[in-house]
């Protein structure tokens, strides 16, 4: 690794910004995934029941 980088700063770097907005990311994410499931399993519980009317 080259010597006139400093990679305490660099990891502090990746630790204070990248990884809390990976985090967000990845939660807005799974809160779309969710609802979307959510959703999906609404509507065929909807099908369903009139079905058995």
């Known amino acids: 690794m ?3 980088i ?3 700063g660099v990891i ?3 630790t ?3 990884l809390p ?3 967000w ?3 807005i994410i799974l809160v779309i995934a969710i609802v979307f ?3 999906k399993i609404k509507k065929k519980k909807e099908e369903n029941i009139y ?3």
Request: glycine residues 8%; hydrophobic residues 45%.
């Open 16 to 18: 204070d910004f990248w």
């Open 6 to 8: 400093n990679w305490n």
């Open 37 to 39: 499931i959510v959703k």
């Open 25 to 27: 990311i990845i939660g």
């Open 2 to 4: 080259p010597e006139n």
């Open 51 to 53: 079905k058995l009317k």
């Open 21 to 23: 907005l990976l985090g």
């Open 12 to 14: 502090q770097s990746i």
